[in-house]
């Protein structure tokens, strides 16, 4: 068995996001295959110190966290090292000495994004050990993406941040034993506009069933309309901003019971002011996202800023709920239109689907259970990460 260190750039607890769930089933798979598993990462936040305990006790493994110094020192270290802004935001020297300290006698150092990679860069004698890089997305094209959605001012910080962390992602390739993304549209992506060097594999996210399954018993005076997500995260809410100000009218003018649930914690003061509508709900912050799910006739993926796999959208897939979504949201995902997802790439096509799905309820459950059918058969955990812990079992 492996004794392998996790260097996360969050505590990936709990699993209520994008990263930290995949990252908490990578480690949650690797503990069960006997693996010696020790996590580290930074923190901001000291609320952050019972999420790290949480998950120690969980799987029986030592987390280790470290403060991080403060935020402006860190965008000034960017300035100053001419480095990306996110590769300064999570680093510590205390985690820098810990990370040394646990490689001692450690056989694979696995880490979670590109932005970690300054701390390999300071290591020396990694020679015995194998080095992992899960990109997940293709980081460079997101911000390339930010910059050409933004003004001016941000347009040149976002470039900025695209170009270096594109030269990050270059010498990661090449220095890194394997990397991983998180789906093969991520891969050609990365081959085609950052590297062709070094070994890239795909590794994709799973869903957790026992979490999230079809509840069949839905209200029937009402149409709800479902967008979960963290809700200050940019993609998220121009997602959310562009349905409801190109589709929600129309699909109100004909669907006169629909309703529209954002669920998600942090919404930004452009989300909250969706909620003087009476047909809009924005939940904020919930324990549980599962009962909103359970309530949903349909989900919508509307995103016109994307990279990578969107968890949400297997996690309504695997709810059997029709899912109507942009190219972009379903990008990476194995699905077909009006088979398992339905696609639309304008605002009027989006709205007409989504007031057909809403007067067809046989329309809705063909494509719910054709959506369950595919998460069935392509997306158990352990089945998602077998490229993963091939190469740390033929260490």
Known sequence: ?????????????????????????????????????????????????????????????DVICKKLPN????????????????????????????L??????????????????????ELSNVENIKLLMDFMDVDSDKWQQYADESNVLKCLLYSREAKKICLLEQEVAKTFDTCFVIANTEKQLFERKVSQEGTLRVLGNGIDQSLFSPNYRKPSNTVNFLFSGVMDYK??????L???????DDIK????????????MNPSSAIAKLAHAEDIEITGFVE??????????????PFQIARGVQNKVLQAMACALPVISTPLGAEGILCMHNKDIIIADRATSF???????SNNVELRERVGQQALATINNNYAWGSVLKPLTEIISHK
Not at 103 to 114: G, K, N, P
Not at 242 to 248: L, M, N
Not at 253 to 264: D, Q
Request: aromatic fraction near 10%; hydrophobic fraction near 45%; charged fraction near 25%.
């Open 1 to 61: 068995m492996a004794k392998l260190v996790v260097l996360a750039h969050r505590v990936p607890f709990p699993p209520n996001k994008g990263e930290k769930l995949r990252t908490f089933h990578q480690i949650e798979e690797l503990v069960h295959k006997g693996h010696s598993v020790t996590v580290l990462a930074p923190y901001d936040d000291d609320a952050e110190l019972a999420n790290a305990k949480a998950l120690a006790e969980k799987f029986s493994i």
């Open 71 to 98: 935020k402006f020192w860190r965008l000034g270290m960017a300035v100053l090292k001419n480095r990306s802004f996110s590769e300064t935001n999570f680093y510590s020297n205390e985690l820098m000495e810990t």
């Open 100 to 121: 040394r300290d646990k490689l001692v006698d450690a056989d694979v150092l696995l880490l979670t994004a590109s932005s970690l990679a300054n701390y390999v860069r």
């Open 235 to 240: 993609p998220n809410i121009d997602a959310v």
């Open 242 to 248: 562009w349905f409801v100000q190109h589709c929600w």
């Open 253 to 264: 003018a004909k669907v006169p019971n629909a309703k529209l649930t954002i669920a998600g």
């Open 288 to 301: 549980d996202i599962k009962p909103y799910f359970d309530q949903a006739h349909i989900f919508i993926a």
């Open 351 to 357: 709205a007409n689907q989504a007031i057909e799905l």
